[in-house]
C-alpha cells in the first residue's frame, strides 16, 4: 500500500518568507510525527498528534513553527519568517495507534533557506 | 522525560567483524525499545525492536539485548557486510509517550 508521502521533495526559499510542508500519512494512522533533521545530525523531535488529543508541541524550537493535522489525515508545518538554521530535512513519521508501534517514515523535505 | 544516551557516534569494523551499538535510557517505564537503519539520503526504516518482557531478539544477523535494570539496550549486528554502512538510531518509549530517539552511530564498513 501507499506509504507516507511529503510535498515538497525539495524547498528553497528566501530568509524571511513563510513556508509549509506537507504530510500524508499512512491511511488509517492514527499518530503523526515531525522531525528536523539537520545534515549529519541525528532526529529532532518537533510535534506529535496522537488522535483526537491535544499535541505534544514540546519540540517546537520558537513560536515561527507551528504544525495542524485535520482530522487522522494530512498534516502542514508552517515555518514563518524562515531563518537560514531554519535549512534541513523535515521528516514526517506516521504509525497507528500511536502506542509502541513501528513509525514510518515519509521521503522528508529538504528546506534550504537562503 | 525521557533521555536516551547511544554509543559511539561512530564505529568503524571490516567486512565479516561484528559491530556493537549500545543505548541507555532513563525512565524505568520505557517498555518499546526500537532501532532503526537510515543509508545515506535515505529516510530511516525500522529494522528491529524489542518490548520489555522479552530480554533478547534476534533476526537473521542482527540481535537485540536488553537490560531492564541497568536500562540499557544494545544492537549487535555479526558477520558484517558493506551494505551495513549507515547511520544506526535506538529509541525508547513508554506507553501513551512518544518516542525518543539516541543521537545515532554512523557504521563503516570496510571491505
Known amino acids: 500500500g501507499a506509504g507516507v508521502s511529503q510535498s515538497p521533495s525539495n524547498k528553497v526559499t528566501e530568509k524571511g518568507k513563510d513556508v509549509e510542508l506537507r504530510c500524508d500519512p499512512i491511511?488509517?494512522?492514527?499518530?503523526l510525527y515531525w522531525y528536523r533533521q539537520r545534515l549529519g545530525q541525528g532526529l529532532e523531535f518537533l510535534i506529535y498528534?496522537?488522535?483526537?488529543?491535544?499535541?505534544?508541541k514540546s519540540g517546537l524550537p520558537s513560536d515561527r513553527f507551528s504544525a495542524e493535522r485535520t482530522g487522522e489525515s494530512v498534516s502542514t508545518l508552517t515555518i514563518q519568517r524562515t531563518q537560514q538554521e531554519d535549512s534541513a530535512v523535515y521528516l514526517c513519521?506516521?504509525?497507528?495507534?500511536?502506542?509502541?508501534?513501528?513509525?514510518?517514515f515519509g521521503p522528508g523535505t529538504r528546506l534550504t533557506v537562503l | 522525560g525521557e533521555n536516551v544516551e547511544q554509543h559511539p557516534s561512530t564505529l568503524s569494523v571490516q567486512e565479516g567483524d561484528s559491530a556493537v551499538i549500545k543505548c541507555t535510557y532513563s525512565?524505568?517505564?520505557?517498555?518499546?525499545f526500537p532501532w532503526y537503519k537510515q543509508e545515506l539520503g535515505k529516510r530511516p526504516q525500522l529494522i528491529i525492536d524489542?518490548?520489555?518482557?522479552?530480554g533478547e531478539k534476534k533476526d537473521q544477523r542482527i540481535a537485540v539485548t536488553l537490560n531492564k535494570t541497568a536500562k540499557h539496550f544494545s544492537l549487535h549486528i555479526t558477520e558484517t557486510q558493506p551494505e551495513d554502512s549507515a547511520v544506526y538510531f535506538c529509541?525508547?518509549?513508554?506507553?501513551?509517550?512518544?518516542?525518543?530517539f539516541g543521537a545515532g552511530t554512523i557504521l563503516r564498513v570496510k571491505s
Open positions: 525512565d524505568s517505564a520505557s517498555n518499546y
Open positions: 524489542i518490548r520489555s518482557n522479552v
Open positions: 513519521a506516521s504509525s497507528s495507534q500511536g502506542i509502541n508501534n513501528e513509525q514510518f
Open positions: 529509541a525508547a518509549s513508554k506507553r501513551g509517550n512518544k518516542l525518543v
Open positions: 498528534f496522537q488522535g483526537n488529543s491535544a499535541p505534544d
Open positions: 491511511s488509517g494512522h492514527t499518530a
